[in-house]
């Protein structure tokens, strides 16, 4: 089955705690990215990769650090999380294509900065 | 600039009626046009997407033409059920290489029996 999983799906930490929320796929696309969804104002892109070793930052990089070793897992890293950080966040993978690709999105993580 | 415009919820609707969610975009050229959908406690998924003007994107009972004139790409139903309660998404890929996604900020729409 078609699948992003993402981990946890919820965590409440601590200001200044680095934390990590692991985004794995099984559908061997190329392209993986990260949102977050707030109120008011939808999903909004954090950073992308368009392949192994290859990422750039989105519309709200700031505060997020992201990798990509391997093809199929996509950490999102918040090294210092701040109480503003505190949102829904997703994972997306999209195979490669002209852009009008279905994007296979994760069920989400919750995380409360407090 | 690259925009996705869509409107505000909540839409609340009886079972079987109607459903109409207004989406707009601004785009320099012909962006791909999607509607994803996402259930309480769940991701989002793709409802329907459109590629091309005057394309029809359909699933579920659900369509949404896209209206280069207009530049919308609204999501309608005939008779809405009260599984289709949901947040609905309109999106527009933002183009070049990236498959970046652009969203509008979502409508929660609540069917009640």
């Known amino acids: 089955e078609a699948q992003v999983t993402q981990n946890p799906r919820y965590l409440i930490t601590v200001t200044g705690k680095k934390l990590t929320v692991t985004c794995s796929q099984n559908?061997?696309?190329?392209?993986m990215s990260w949102y977050r969804q707030d109120p008011g104002l939808g999903l909004r892109q954090i950073y992308y990769?368009?392949?192994?070793?290859?990422?750039d930052k989105g519309d709200v990089p700031e505060g997020y650090k992201v990798s990509r070793k391997e093809k199929r897992n996509f950490p999102l890293i918040l090294e210092s999380p701040s109480p503003n950080q505190t949102s829904l966040y997703f994972c997306?993978?999209?195979?490669?294509?002209?852009?009008?690709?279905?994007?296979?999105f994760g069920q989400g993580t919750r995380l409360t900065v407090v | 600039g690259n925009s996705v415009t869509q409107m505000e919820g909540p839409v609340t609707l009886s079972e079987e009626a109607f459903l109409t969610i207004n989406c707009t975009y601004t785009?320099?050229?012909?962006?791909?046009l999607f509607w994803y959908v996402q259930y309480p406690g769940e991701g989002l998924q793709l409802l329907l997407k459109a590629t091309k003007a005057d394309d029809k994107g359909s699933n579920k009972g659900f369509e949404a033409t896209y209206r280069k004139e207009t530049t919308s790409f609204h999501l309608e139903k005939g008779s809405v059920q009260v599984s289709d309660s949901a947040v609905y998404f309109c999106a527009r890929n933002y183009g070049g290489a990236t498959n970046k996604l652009i969203f509008g900020t979502g409508t929660l729409l609540a069917v009640q029996p």
């Open positions: 559908m061997n696309h190329e392209y």
């Open positions: 990769s368009m392949n192994v070793e290859v990422t």
């Open positions: 785009a320099t050229g012909y962006p791909s």
């Open positions: 997306a993978s999209q195979g490669a294509g002209a852009g009008n690709t279905e994007a296979f």
